[in-house]
């Protein structure tokens, strides 16, 4: 069997590791240790209710009024430092409660149809190059046949018109500037909102970053103001799009009154490989062109024209462990080509993470009851399950939660459809929930840290987003980092007049058996 053979098969049987083999408690007390945060006000809260029942639940309405006057007529100093402990503690509670933040409207960029490749249009325009060998040209086909991408996916004019490097300043400041301005004039109009009304801006590109930044570009080009807070981050792979939010969060917090934008991209160009490696071959296959823009506010007037509220943010980093920090590494091959090399056990790498930051996740937004019942469980095995046989109850899989009573919807990263595969077997996901993700996987490849947006994006143009939904976006990159993000809907969203969708949504889900 030849080694590009042994390295495809090898690539394809491996799996994400069995969540309900290999949870482990101190996730689940994380997650708890997020929630009991500000839960001292859930237990207090009712105690005092319950004190002060038992002191006036034998009292007549007459009673109670005549022993509240008489206790203000004689101890009017007691009533007037109780009104004050009350009046202060709300205070302090209402002050440092966090601001909610809300997004307002977001975009994602559609390149022109001029840009559009079919699978079989992409290989011939890899032989065209001359940069690939028959060996390689033939391992590319096979990962695009079973990678779930469809034949209206986008790469940029620079590899598609050009037998040259395309891995040039030039070239990727061009598609930067095509797919950034595109995804930001389109959020700007869809929320008649002015680039100089802008504070905060927070831009994630992992792999392009040029000197000027990105940002620095953005603020040339549509002139914002001078003390605006601007971000660049780069390095943070296909989950820096939530990465992002959360900076901007943070930063929104402590500047009242106030719009940030987060601008999430990829340049496909840029990180095009032009070597013989089979393990960075794998790139050049699943990436294509998109962006996303995001606008986000703290400001309270901004309530009723939000559409979603953030809730939760919940961040994993596994960079500690060698093995996942080299599992996606950017370097050069034998021939000093630069790429990006795609470890065999990424597939495993990323379960490890991805189980992690679910099960710390999980007691933020389960039900009491599924809460509960998994927390018991757990423990009983924590405690027991060392100690028991295995036909005994204790050593049976533990109760892993129904995640689907969660969220209403789920955006899962677009990697791949081997990923996609996993994930629905591993959190028992039906084919309308994971719908989205491979949907846009079909339609738009893997676009890096925006595809959550065309995620989104896709669910909005078939108008399945209602008031009080909860939107779960799922994301995970190099590091290796796994990041979860929760939206609230605050209101029915109609069929949007602008959406990447909107000229093939009906013509969606498709069949991809």
Known sequence: MSLEKKY???????????????????????????????????????????????????????????????????????????????????????????????????????????????????????????????????????????????DETYIPKSVIGSSENTATMKEGRAEASTVIFGALDELFEKTSVRPK?????????????????????????????????????????????????????????????????????????????????????????????????????????????????????????????????????QEEDDQKFKGLKISKDLIEIGGDALKTNITTLGPLVLPFSEQLFFFVTLVWRHLFGGKSNGNSPSSKKPYIPDYKLAFEHFCVHAASKTILDELQRNLELSDKNIEASRMTLHRFGNTSSSSIWYELAYLEAKERVKSGDRIWQLAFGSGFKCNSVVWRAMRRTTKPSSNPWLDCVNRYPVSLT
Not at 44 to 56: K, N
Not at 199 to 224: E, R
């Open 197 to 329: 009304d802008i504070g905060i801006l927070v831009v994630n590109c992992s792999i392009f970053n040029p000197t000027p930044s990105l940002s620095a570009m953005i603020i040339n080009h549509y002139k914002m103001r001078g003390n605006v807070l601007s971000y660049n981050l780069g390095g943070m792979g296909c989950s820096g799009g939530i990465i992002s939010v959360d900076l901007a969060r943070d930063i929104l917090q402590s500047n009242p009154n106030n719009y940030a934008v987060v601008v999430s991209t990829e340049m496909v160009g840029f990180n095009w490989y032009q070597g013989k490696e089979r393990s960075m071959l794998i790139s050049n296959c699943f990436f294509r062109m998109g962006c996303s823009a995001v606008l986000l506010s703290n400001r309270r007037r901004d309530y009723n024209r939000a559409k979603y509220r953030l809730e939760h943010i919940v961040r994993t980093h596994k960079g500690a462990d060698d093995r996942s920090f080299r599992c996606v590494y």
């Open 8 to 150: 495809f098969i090898i690539t394809n049987e491996r799996r994400l590791p069995d969540f309900l083999q290999s949870v482990k408690l101190k996730y689940v007390k994380l997650g708890y240790h997020y929630l009991i945060n500000h839960g001292i006000y859930l237990f207090t809260i009712p105690v005092l209710l319950v004190v002060f029942s038992a002191e006036v639940g034998n009292l007549s309405k007459e009673n109670l009024w005549k022993k509240l006057w008489e206790d203000a007529r004689y101890d009017l100093a007691t009533v007037m430092a109780s009104f004050g402990v009350l009046v202060f503690t709300l205070s302090v509670y209402f002050m440092s409660k966090p601001r909610p933040i809300y997004l307002i409207d977001f975009a994602c960029y559609q390149p022109d149809d001029e840009l559009k490749v079919s699978r079989e249009q992409f290989i011939e325009i890899a032989r065209k190059s001359g940069k690939f060998d028959e060996g390689s040209l033939e391992f590319q086909k096979r990962i695009l046949m079973c990678s779930g991408i469809g």
